[in-house]
């Protein structure tokens, strides 16, 4: 029995050290890791399903815009990350379905709103060439709105990449606008670039004739336009012989006032450099009084018309130009401006 006890105390001696308990298992505070990937999944699909839908309720219709115009002006790399998958997704019936609903609202204003966001347009330039029967929707939003699209910033470029990409009857009907437009698109900032890019870029060659024969026509107007003024020259730049003939006859008579302006000396330069229409020029350069020759001549941006005409021109129009110059010379030499022709005139006499 004593054994019993010796054992018994032995075994509660050896339980006295109890081992410590397990820490308790911390609980997670952090929040978990947002699920953009999954967001941008069901954004993704939610407009698609839209877009496939062949029927919309009115309420679907406006939540599709709504959603589409975000897409497409968005200027997080999201947003445009989106809108890649969402078009490669899409059928050519879709892409259709896309661009009927884009152009849908009578005043086209999601369409416009999109075309004049930076974004929107970058994103609208790569719709216009995926399918031509989309193509009939973005046109015809076009046309509707020509003139405030062309001299729109961001809207113009999607109207000139649709005339790079179109269709030949669709790239006529936008080349016909531009022609009826284009004075007035000269004058404009934002027009006038448009038209600069149209007549520099080979893509557009089937514009050229009728573009350069309406400027032709308005050359006068346009050379006193501070924008006109620079297409006028680019037409100059780029145009055949017969273009720049029919500037120089509708700037006939013009060209001593335009010779006194910034701008209108680089037009009168341009007609100068041709021997089929310095002539015109050099006939006003001769006819003109003595006074408002020397004038001209010693003007800030006259004097460059006079020593381009003694530079380029040769015969008796060079003879009768130095002629009518010639007693003026000690005045020509005081002058800043007329230094250069001054000099001409010096070695034409030593000579």
Do not use: W
């Not at 024969?213 to 730049?237: C, E, F, P, R």
């Amino acid at each position: 029995m004593a054994n019993n006890d010796s054992f018994s105390m032995s075994i509660k001696q050896e339980n006295t050290t109890v081992p410590p308990p397990a820490p308790p298992r911390e609980t997670p505070t952090g929040t978990p890791p947002p699920r953009e990937a999954n967001l941008a999944d069901d954004k993704n699909q939610s407009l698609l399903n839209l877009l496939r839908s062949t029927s919309l309720t009115p309420q679907e219709t406006e939540t599709c815009l709504g959603s589409l115009a975000n897409v497409m002006t968005s200027s997080e790399d999201s947003g445009d990350a989106l809108f890649q998958e969402v078009i490669s997704k899409l059928s050519g019936i879709e892409l259709q379905r896309m661009a009927a609903l884009l152009t849908s609202k009578a005043d086209d204003r999601y369409f416009l709103e999109m075309a004049r966001n930076k974004n929107g347009s970058i994103r609208l330039q790569t719709l216009l060439g995926k399918s031509d029967d989309a193509g009939t929707f973005f046109v015809a939003a076009i046309l509707r709105n020509f003139f405030h699209v062309m001299t729109d910033q961001h809207a113009s470029h999607v109207a000139t990449q649709g005339m790079r990409v179109f269709g030949i009857k669709k790239k006529f009907a936008m080349r016909d606008q531009i022609i009826s437009h284009a004075a007035l698109l000269a004058c404009d900032q934002y027009g006038s670039i448009a038209l600069n890019a149209i007549i520099r870029d080979v893509a557009f060659l089937y514009c050229s004739t009728g573009l350069f024969d309406a400027v032709a026509s308005n050359a006068l107007l346009l050379s006193n336009d501070a924008y006109g003024n620079i297409v006028v020259q680019q037409v100059l730049k780029h145009c055949s012989l017969h273009s720049t003939y029919n500037i120089g006859v509708s700037l006939r008579g013009h060209y001593v006032e335009l010779s006194f302006t910034e701008g209108g000396r680089y037009i009168v330069e341009k007609i100068l450099g041709r021997d089929e229409t310095g002539v015109l020029v050099m006939t006003e350069l001769l006819e003109c009084g003595s006074d408002e020759l020397v004038r001209l001549a010693t003007s800030e941006y006259g004097h460059f018309v006079v020593e381009t005409a003694l530079k380029v021109t040769r015969g008796f129009l060079f003879r009768g130009l130095v002629n009518k110059l010639k007693p003026f010379l000690p005045l020509l030499c005081t002058s800043p401006q007329s230094t250069t022709i001054a000099q001409i005139l010096e070695s034409f006499v030593t000579n």
